[in-house]
């Protein structure tokens, strides 16, 4: 409660800051073509004063009224939330939330490992492109492993309604992989399954279990947000696996890592020219190495990102990390119209990862579009 509390303050804090200097600057130009010292007996400088003396007053009188406003509103969703017969859920409105927590690798060296948490990624990524569930971010579910969470506190920290966990072998060109889906009140499991089947299998199986736990959620529905062929990288598991072993590497924000993770994703490109993920993937890692300093700033280093993210668009426009990706380079750019085209796009075809929102949301703000794009960065 207390945490969606802050953000209405915050946002009406924001919007309050953007309005009152807008008006200012509305005042400080309008007002030299009025004589205004006739009308009201006040001098220009004297009214814009007093204009500043107002709206430093009514900032703390708009935020009390959005407390004690928002809060009732809040106290009222926290009783129908909660209560076990409440009509949101009943009818729909209140969106399930979900953890896709990492699989255990029951492989004997952690020479897998990159697979393992690529896999249980590609999961999450799957989950989030489905608006009627609320999915926890890549990096929030990781977290829970990387920073030793406590499974209450982590369910009880995110209010959580259900966990998805499981576990992972890897045996030659075999996948034993085995997934469970249960609810955070009582820990009951509500499915699970067990699969054995060939690497090459692996968007099947992703997309089974996915599919599975949404009908076990919410029943039957339209999975037209789930056209996997629109989305699929690759054919080729050789292509597939060195995706994601760059992606995890990526992931280590390291110089040595980064270097690494290139290696791989050229090799990913080399095996499966058509893998639009693996050029997208290359560009974003090409990002981290120029922001972060890695490789020296130049000409050639721009070009070549913005040469494989096109390239991932040209070979599937449904892929949203591109979109993203292109998005932040136009917004850093401030080639706002560009990057809303890409950031719209990005969050059709995804509406539920974090990164997507938050540029959207950025590019919103930008285009004066500020109510949309501060819901966006809440």
């Given at each position: 409660?207390?945490?969606?509390?802050?953000?209405?303050?915050?946002?009406?804090?924001?919007?309050?800051?953007?309005?009152s200097?807008?008006?200012?600057?509305?005042?400080?130009?309008?007002?030299?073509?009025?004589?205004?010292?006739?009308?009201?007996?006040?001098?220009?400088?004297?009214?814009?004063?007093?204009?500043?003396?107002?709206?430093?007053?009514?900032?703390?009188?708009?935020?009390?009224?959005?407390?004690?406003?928002?809060k009732?509103?809040?106290?009222?969703?926290?009783?129908?939330?909660?209560?076990?017969?409440?009509?949101?859920?009943?009818?729909?409105?209140?969106?399930?939330?979900?953890?896709?927590?990492?699989?255990?690798?029951?492989?004997?060296?952690?020479?897998?490992?990159?697979?393992?948490?690529?896999?249980?990624?590609?999961?999450?990524?799957?989950?989030?492109?489905i608006?009627?569930?609320?999915?926890?971010?890549?990096?929030?579910?990781?977290?829970?492993?990387?920073?030793?969470?406590?499974?209450d506190?982590?369910?009880?920290?995110?209010?959580?309604?259900?966990?998805?966990?499981?576990?992972?072998?890897?045996?030659?060109?075999?996948l034993?992989?085995?997934?469970?889906?249960?609810?955070?009140?009582?820990?009951?499991?509500?499915?699970?399954?067990?699969?054995?089947?060939?690497?090459?299998?692996?968007?099947?199986?992703?997309?089974?279990?996915?599919?599975?736990?949404?009908?076990?959620?919410?029943?039957?529905?339209?999975?037209?947000?789930?056209?996997?062929?629109?989305?699929?990288?690759?054919e080729?598991?050789?292509?597939?696996?060195?995706?994601?072993?760059?992606?995890?590497?990526?992931?280590?924000?390291?110089?040595?890592?980064?270097?690494?993770?290139?290696?791989?994703?050229?090799?990913?490109?080399?095996?499966?020219?058509?893998?639009?993920?693996?050029?997208?993937?290359?560009?974003?890692a090409?990002?981290?190495?120029?922001?972060?300093?890695?490789?020296?700033?130049?000409?050639?280093l721009?070009?070549?990102?913005?040469?494989?993210?096109?390239?991932a668009?040209?070979?599937?426009?449904?892929?949203?990390?591109?979109?993203?990706?292109?998005?932040?380079?136009?917004?850093?750019?401030?080639?706002?119209?560009?990057?809303?085209?890409?950031?719209?796009?990005?969050?059709?075809?995804?509406?539920?990862?974090?990164?997507?929102?938050?540029?959207?949301?950025?590019?919103?703000?930008?285009?004066?579009?500020?109510?949309?794009?501060?819901?966006?960065?809440?």
């Amino acid at each position: 409660m207390y945490k969606t509390l802050f953000n209405n303050l915050w946002k009406a804090t924001t919007a309050y800051i953007v309005g009152s200097f807008a008006l200012i600057q509305f005042a400080s130009v309008s007002f030299t073509y009025f004589d205004l010292e006739t009308s009201f007996g006040l001098t220009n400088t004297e009214i814009m004063k007093l204009l500043y003396v107002v709206l430093a007053i009514g900032f703390p009188s708009t935020l009390a009224l959005v407390f004690f406003f928002k809060k009732d509103v809040i106290d009222n969703n926290e009783v129908n939330l909660h209560h076990p017969l409440s009509d949101n859920k009943k009818i729909g409105a209140y969106k399930q939330k979900i953890a896709v927590i990492p699989f255990t690798n029951l492989n004997k060296d952690d020479d897998g490992s990159f697979l393992v948490d690529g896999i249980v990624e590609d999961l999450i990524t799957e989950f989030s492109m489905i608006k009627e569930i609320e999915i926890l971010s890549r990096q929030t579910c990781f977290d829970y492993r990387d920073k030793n969470y406590d499974i209450d506190k982590f369910k009880n920290d995110f209010d959580l309604d259900y966990l998805v966990s499981g576990s992972i072998r890897i045996l030659d060109n075999r996948l034993r992989v085995s997934v469970e889906l249960s609810e955070t009140i009582e820990g009951n499991v509500i499915w699970s399954n067990k699969y054995d089947r060939v690497k090459e299998d692996i968007f099947d199986i992703q997309d089974e279990i996915v599919r599975k736990i949404i009908i076990s959620l919410i029943g039957e529905i339209e999975f037209s947000s789930l056209e996997r062929s629109k989305r699929k990288p690759t054919e080729n598991i050789t292509s597939y696996e060195y995706l994601l072993k760059g992606k995890d590497l990526h992931h280590k924000f390291t110089k040595e890592a980064n270097g690494k993770a290139l290696i791989a994703l050229d090799a990913s490109i080399n095996a499966d020219k058509s893998n639009s993920q693996a050029y997208a993937w290359k560009a974003c890692a090409l990002g981290q190495a120029y922001g972060r300093g890695y490789i020296p700033i130049s000409d050639e280093l721009y070009k070549s990102i913005m040469e494989n993210i096109n390239k991932a668009v040209e070979l599937n426009n449904n892929d949203f990390e591109a979109h993203r990706m292109l998005a932040e380079v136009h917004l850093s750019l401030h080639d706002f119209e560009k990057a809303l085209l890409h950031g719209t796009k990005a969050f059709q075809l995804n509406p539920n990862d974090p990164r997507v929102t938050s540029v959207y949301g950025e590019i919103l703000v930008r285009v004066k579009k500020i109510p949309e794009g501060l819901d966006m960065l809440e």
